[in-house]
């Protein structure tokens, strides 16, 4: 059992940046697959980066080049860096845990919202 409790989100204007922050508890985080979603109102959700447990990362084209995802094992925690952030950016954004290599994420934070004003 994994629970994510994700931080850091808020209101920014267009061109600023932001930094998202995932905490796990309740399993080995660094045997997890972790991914960052969002879902934009009457949008579907979307991967936006994910990270395996042996740091390789891989993003939507829509982000590529603004967004940086990471991990730092030792805090159980997964970052996600944005930058040059655009309004369509705004979002509720997830953090979701998956067992390394399955692609199947079935735990998931609450979420946090990102809101960028132009």
């Known amino acids: 059992q994994v629970q994510l409790k994700e931080s850091g989100g808020g209101l920014v204007q267009a061109g600023e940046s932001l930094r998202v922050s995932c905490l796990a508890s309740?399993?080995?985080?660094?045997?997890?697959?972790m991914g960052w979603y969002r879902q934009a109102p009457g949008k579907q959700r979307e991967l936006v980066a994910a990270i395996t447990s042996s740091g390789s990362t891989n993003y939507a084209d829509s982000v590529k080049g603004r967004f940086t995802i990471s991990r730092d094992n030792a805090k159980n925690t997964v970052y996600l860096q944005m930058n040059s952030l655009k309004p369509e950016d705004t979002a509720v954004y997830y953090c979701?845990?998956?067992?390394?290599?399955?692609?199947?994420?079935?735990?998931w934070g609450q979420g946090t919202q990102v809101t960028v004003s132009t």
């Open positions: 979701a845990a998956a067992p390394t290599g399955s692609q199947k994420y079935d735990y």
């Open positions: 309740g399993s080995i985080f660094s045997t997890n697959d």
